[in-house]
């Protein structure tokens, strides 16, 4: 009959206790943690679609992005940037200008 050390097992039930030897396998699938809820309601989200709106083209840069009076920025087809006049109304999802 083999005799275990009395440390050694004291230290194998500490590690058990602490978590740290872990009897099942940790699962790394997304299905065991939890989805973080996003603010506000919940079950709501607080993401908006973005839409097109119009607007008056004030400047162009090459080879396809069209600036707006309020210094939003849209991108188009090189195609369509060609055809449209600083001056004309054009419907597009016009996003702000990143800053540095």
Known sequence: MRVTHP??????FTLSACGVV???PVS?????????QPA???GT????AARETKKRVTAK???ATLVATDRTQCIVDVDEF????VGDEVACVWSPVARP
């Open 28 to 36: 790394s699938t997304p299905t065991d943690r939890p989805f973080p």
């Open 7 to 12: 440390t050694a097992v004291a230290v194998l």
């Open 40 to 42: 506000g309601r919940p």
């Open 22 to 24: 872990r009897s099942t």
């Open 82 to 85: 060609m055809r449209i006049r």
């Open 45 to 48: 989200s607080t993401v908006q």
């Open 61 to 63: 840069d090459e080879p």
